[in-house]
């Protein structure tokens, strides 16, 4: 039998992160669009609540959860602001590397301590050339004693300006290509570690986006994560549980996108009658509900193999273009059912589309994350 009602915890754990959002976070989106800053209270209201580190296990200071409960709460958080959300689930995707590919000292003495202080950490793949083709990144990592020395620069890092930690992938034979690359642990205050030129960005605007400056950076040895060319699979794995993330802030900001046009076409009337009732517009709305329930369950799918412990990379890609490619398509409709009132900042719709947009390029690009789920359909 399959089931998909939420059992009595996780409807528990979704009204906690719906009021959460609807008390903490909804009321100041547009502010923080205008006006972007660092979400530091809300931040440190979240830790108090429970709701940060969702899938990191309880010993090293997280919640423990599944990825189909922890989407279950990230949709009602990225209902109520995509961009704060991502500022508050930063840290799965940038402790995933340790997680995955750590020991259990560096988990206990780099997880435990970041989550219990609710302090927020970066994962640091992409470089200027190296986007879609994170295996030719060229930040150097040279062993040298009991250490190693990193050079190099990464950029559209999330969250580079206020993370406590970074995982950072560099080379040490860029000849080797993805089997010459490494993951550290690199913390904050380590000397030569500077931020760049922060974005400016279309939308997401809460979501801070910068670069990291690396120049001799010294790196002890036992921060290597895995052996040495074992990094690129760990970014890998990382990211298939990040483009579950992704995907879920997908369903939730289509969701926000859709109830908001619903609603008003409710109300706004036009020719003596509300606009929903015009079959044109009528129709538009039952194709975008069915795209955000069809969206939803697709990321189900891939939380729960996860959650079973079964290879996902490929069931992780398709949610995630799929999802944020129906995020895009449906708060482009909810604008168009606002007509000219949609387009102004008056309404929450046009941040809705502005937001949607980034979810189509980060955690790969969605032509990128087709590659990944084509690729598998080829080989398995
Ligand atoms: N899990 C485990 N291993 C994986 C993996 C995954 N999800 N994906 C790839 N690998 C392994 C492959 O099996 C291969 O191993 P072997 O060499 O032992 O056979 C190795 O990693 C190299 O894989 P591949 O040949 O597919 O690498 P490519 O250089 O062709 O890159 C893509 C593949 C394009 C999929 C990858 O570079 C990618 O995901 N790019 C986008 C990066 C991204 O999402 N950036 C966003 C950063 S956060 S905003």
Not at 178 to 190: A, D, L, Q, Y
Request: hydrophobic share 40%.
């Amino acid at each position: 039998m399959i089931d998909f009602t939420p059992n009595e915890e996780q409807k528990a754990l979704q009204d906690l992160a719906r009021k959460f959002s609807q008390k903490e976070i909804a009321p100041v989106a547009l502010a923080y669009d205008k006006e972007p800053v660092f979400p530091e209270e809300i931040i440190k209201k979240a830790h108090a609540a429970g709701l940060l580190n969702l899938t990191c296990p309880k010993e090293y200071g997280g919640q423990g959860f599944g990825l189909v409960t922890s989407s279950l709460i990230t949709e009602e958080m990225n209902v109520a602001c995509v961009a704060i959300s991502g500022m508050l689930g930063i840290n799965s995707l940038a402790c995933g590397p340790i997680l995955i590919g750590g020991t259990e000292e560096q988990k206990r003495r780099f997880l435990l301590p970041l989550n219990q202080a609710g302090k927020t950490a970066s994962f640091g793949l992409t470089e200027r050339e190296a986007g879609s083709d994170a295996g030719g990144l060229k930040t150097r990592a040279k062993l040298e004693g009991d250490h190693y020395v990193l050079n190099g620069q990464k950029c559209f890092i999330t969250n580079a300006s206020y993370a406590a930690l970074y995982t950072i992938f560099a080379t040490i034979d860029p000849s080797q290509g993805t089997k010459g690359i490494c993951g550290f642990i690199v913390p904050r205050e380590s000397s030569g570690l500077s931020i760049g030129k922060v974005e400016d960005k279309m939308g997401q605007r809460a979501l801070n986006v910068a670069e990291v400056n690396l120049e001799n950076v010294i790196v002890p040895r036992e921060n290597l994560l895995g052996k040495e060319g074992k990094g690129f699979k760990i970014a890998m794995e990382t990211l298939d549980e990040g483009r579950v993330n992704i995907a879920t802030c997908g369903v939730g900001l289509a969701r926000a996108a859709f109830e908001a046009a619903r609603d008003y076409a409710k109300k706004r009337v036009q020719f003596g009658k509300p606009i929903g009732t015009f079959q044109a517009l009528n129709f538009m709305l039952a194709d975008m509900a069915a795209a955000v329930d069809s969206a939803r369950l697709l990321t189900w799918l891939a939380g729960s193999m996860a959650d079973q412990g079964k290879r996902f990379s490929r069931e992780a890609a398709q949610a995630k273009f799929y999802a944020t490619d129906v995020a895009m398509r449906v708060t482009t409709d909810a604008v168009q059912i606002y007509g000219g009132y949609g387009y102004t900042k008056e309404y929450a719709v046009e941040k809705y589309m502005r937001d949607a947009k980034l979810m189509q390029i980060y955690e790969g690009t969605n032509q990128v994350n087709r590659i990944v789920a084509g690729g598998a359909l080829m080989r398995g």
